[in-house]
């Protein structure tokens, strides 16, 4: 995977960390919310996930923002 992408997925993920955690959510309870997988959210977070469009709109509806505030 080009660095480029790596650190777009980082920021990605620290961002979704960052409203997750204002939200006072934990990684399972917005997994959950979210109907995907309880591990997927920190595979995100830590950037070592690339999630479809599909799983970005579940993720913003879960944290009832949206999908743009992810970005």
């Known amino acids: 995977m080009p660095t480029q992408e790596k650190d777009l997925l980082k ?10 955690k204002l939200k006072k959510l934990s990684q399972e309870e917005l997994a959950w919310a979210a109907g995907i997988g309880d591990n997927q959210i920190g ?16 993720i913003a509806n879960a944290l009832s923002i949206s999908a743009k505030d992810l970005f």
């Open 11 to 20: 920021r990605f993920g620290k961002k979704l960390a960052e409203i997750r």
């Open 43 to 58: 595979r995100i977070e830590r950037g070592e996930h690339n999630p479809s469009l599909n799983t970005v709109f579940k």
